[in-house]
């Protein structure tokens, strides 16, 4: 359907009801014009015909009669017809003057000689002038004579009570017609300009009708596009004022309320992106309503991604659909542990519950998804804490008892084996020492990154390298081991001395201890893609792909019979490990089995 302004409707209205009216009004008012002209004309013509009647009733004595009628019979002009002649002729509109004996004959004409005219007994206005009892008798149509329409009017002439003569006078109807035509022109253009004018007025009328409105529309565009803060302008109509003033206020109880509800939604997604947990709400069809950063990042997509599909569209863990399905299914809540089975064995501990709108009506399901992974973690890695803290504790502790019973029981009288069984001893406390030594020094090392008060001071790489290779030194000979050093005097950067000293000191005698006679390890310090990169290479046998991932956990041993036989506590490369997170840093390994392994430290 075509719209238009209501600016046009109106003025279109007013314009067609203007045009009807003048339309309308100029046809009657020409209608009554032309009848009071014909009516003018037709007493015009009465009039002249009177006058014309008082002239020729001088001519009309029985005489006069019978020598008109002895003229018209020799076909010569009589008295009267040239009186006609004169009469006609006269000044002003041109006028037929006939005259009409009462049995019909004509002895007179203006336009037309007597003897060529018919009877005219039977003319309608001839016939009405005679009986009419004022006298005159009048009709429109057209003549024979002249062969144009013509008016004519007829007035009986009486004398002494009996009828003398007709008298008619007639005159075109095409000069009543130009004469109308004329007063129709002026009408015409009257309209025009009176309807001009109205249509000026009408379009004045009907912008101030519609302006208000075409501002409220202006105003309500602007509320749409979220411009609450306007307000419409008062109105001098009453009506249009108040609708104003309905308007200003649903324009101010909505910003309210929109205020209200994006702070409210401002603050929930606050909420939701600071949570850790995970949160996915579904409509009653599985139609994903909202979720967090954290749900999408479990599941490794993009929010976007998710926002507005089927669940079953874009999660791809069974686990999850099911727990997922269940919970819209349920009326109470519904809690399980579920495995994604993806890289990382991510487990999830999910809690789902029914949605509910304000009237306490179930509109979907909200599921809550914690991450429980690195807690597992930690209580597997606590519980093996535990259990080899025990063992390693209880190897030595078992191997001291032991000998201390054999002496108690007489060995101690052996002094050969006495000695030997003393040894024995003390080696195992010194390895007792050493557990208990790298077990306090993981814990102050543990408790430096969590409160982060690492002194860290600018400072030689390559003295750290040289102070550790130092240490090494001895071991490394008895095993015919050589050390290289390759670092550049200027690499410096902010260390704690110490620390990194010692996580050196594990790293390299690791790969003395580990590596065969006659070989070489490589200690390197050098600058690359904006990090000190420090690296411990040795030519020893090497480590399995599959221990890699678990190298740097406490007590975790690759061959436990020769790391206890070479006299490792199995916390070495724990300590290494939080020394670099102590420096912002990180360490990694890359190993090949009879090739050997390469130990990295970066540090920023």
């Not at 003018?40 to 005489?63: P, V």
């Not at 040239?82 to 002895?107: H, Q, S, Y």
């Not at 089975?341 to 029914?354: F, N, V, Y």
């Not at 002194?455 to 030689?460: A, H, I, Q, T, V």
Request: charged share 30%.
């Amino acid at each position: 359907m075509r719209r238009r302004r209501l600016l046009y409707r109106l003025f279109l209205s007013y314009l067609w009801i203007t045009i009807a009216a003048a339309v309308l009004g100029g046809l009657y008012v020409a209608h009554l014009l032309r009848e009071f002209h014909l009516a003018q004309t037709r007493k015009d013509l009465e009039a002249r015909a009177r006058l014309c009647a008082n002239q020729i009733l001088q001519l009309l004595d029985e005489d006069k009669i019978k020598e008109s009628l002895e003229l018209r019979k020799d076909k010569r002009p009589n008295p009267v017809h040239r009186l006609c002649k004169e009469l006609g002729d006269a000044p002003g509109i041109k006028t037929r003057i006939t005259v009409i004996l009462p049995d019909g004959t004509v002895i007179g004409d203006t336009e037309e000689d007597p003897w060529r005219m018919d009877n005219h007994a039977k003319r309608a206005e001839i016939r009405d002038a005679v009986k009419s009892k004022d006298l005159v008798g009048h009709s429109l149509r057209y003549s024979d004579t002249t062969q144009v329409d013509r008016m004519y009017v007829a007035f009986a002439v009486h004398r002494g009570g009996s009828l003398v003569a007709v008298v008619r006078a007639s005159i075109p109807v095409m000069t009543i017609q130009q004469t109308l035509a004329d007063i129709y022109k002026k009408i015409i253009a009257a309209a025009m300009v009176g309807a001009g004018l109205i249509a000026v007025a009408s379009l004045w009328i009907s912008r101030r009708i519609s302006r208000p409105l075409e501002e409220m529309k202006a105003g309500a565009e602007r509320f749409a596009r979220g411009e609450l803060d306007h307000r419409l302008a008062d109105s001098d109509s009453e009506e249009i004022a108040a609708l104003s003033a309905a308007m200003n206020e649903m324009a101010s109880q909505l910003d309210d309320r929109i205020r209200t509800v994006t702070r409210q939604q401002g603050e929930l997604q606050a909420m939701l992106v600071s949570m850790d947990e995970g949160v996915l709400a579904v409509d009653l069809n599985g139609k994903i309503i909202s979720l967090n950063q954290a749900f999408a990042g479990i599941l490794h997509v993009d929010v976007n991604e998710l926002k507005g599909h089927i669940v079953h569209e874009v999660i791809r863990k069974p686990d999850l659909l099911e727990f997922v399905e269940s919970t819209m299914s349920s009326t109470d809540p519904v809690e399980k542990t579920i495995e994604l089975h993806d890289a990382e064995d991510t487990q999830l501990r999910a809690r789902g519950t029914a949605l509910l709108d304000a009237r306490r009506q179930k509109i979907g399901a909200l599921v809550v998804l914690y991450d429980v992974t690195r807690l597992l973690r930690l209580e597997t890695v606590r519980r093996d804490f535990v259990a080899n803290v025990s063992h390693e504790l209880g190897t030595p502790i078992t191997a001291i008892k032991g000998f201390v019973e054999s002496l108690l029981d007489g060995a101690l009288d052996d002094r050969e084996n006495a000695n030997r069984f003393l040894e024995i001893v003390l080696k195992q406390v010194d390895r007792l020492n050493a557990i208990a030594d790298d077990l306090l020094t993981l814990s102050r090392l543990e408790s430096k990154s969590e409160q982060q008060v690492a002194e860290l001071k600018p400072d030689s790489v390559q003295s750290v390298l040289q102070a550790a290779i130092q240490t090494c030194e001895h071991a490394a000979t008895e095993h015919r081991i050589g050390i290289e050093l390759n670092c550049n005097e200027d690499l410096v950067t902010d260390i704690d001395v110490v620390l990194l000293e010692r996580a050196i000191v594990n790293l390299i005698d690791n790969a003395v201890k580990y590596s065969e006679p006659e070989t070489t390890v490589k200690v390197a310090g050098e600058r690359l893609d904006g990090q000190i990169v420090i690296r411990v290479e040795d030519e020893g046998s090497g480590i399995a792909s599959y221990h890699l991932p678990r190298l740097f956990e406490r007590f975790y041993r690759v061959d436990k019979a020769r790391s206890r036989e070479q006299g490792g506590t199995g916390l070495g490369l724990a300590i290494v490990k939080h020394i670099a997170v102590l420096h912002h840093g990180s360490v990694d390994v890359a190993s090949t089995v009879d090739v050997g392994s390469t130990f990295t430290i970066r540090l920023p």
